[in-house]
């Protein structure tokens, strides 16, 4: 069947009866990537957890100039 990326509008056919295809039929949702863009996407998503650079939960502190 064709697929579409959504990021650089390159068709690719893949298995009709292959589990990603399976799943792209299934939740509509989920997007089709192509292997050039899946892999971008991965290596940004690695070097943001490498950098740290994700949000982390923090605890705000009441800073109630009122309240002493
Ligand atoms: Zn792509």
Same mark, same amino acid.
């Given at each position: 069947? @064709?697929?579409? &990326?959504?990021? &650089? @509008? =390159?068709?690719? +056919?893949?298995? %009709?009866?292959?589990?990603? #295809?399976?799943?792209?039929?299934?939740?509509?949702?989920?997007?089709?990537?192509?292997? =050039?863009?899946?892999?971008?996407?991965?290596?940004? =998503?690695?070097?943001?957890? #490498? =950098?740290?650079?994700?949000?982390? %939960? +923090?605890?705000?502190? @009441? @800073?109630?100039?009122?309240? +002493?």
């Amino acid at each position: 069947m @064709d697929v579409k &990326c959504p990021i &650089c @509008d =390159t068709v690719n +056919q893949i298995n %009709y009866h292959s589990p990603l #295809a399976k799943r792209l039929r299934n939740r509509r949702k989920h997007l089709y990537l192509c292997p =050039t863009c899946s892999e971008r996407i991965e290596k940004k =998503t690695k070097m943001r957890h #490498a =950098t740290g650079n994700f949000k982390l %939960y +923090q605890e705000k502190k @009441d @800073d109630d100039p009122y309240i +002493q």
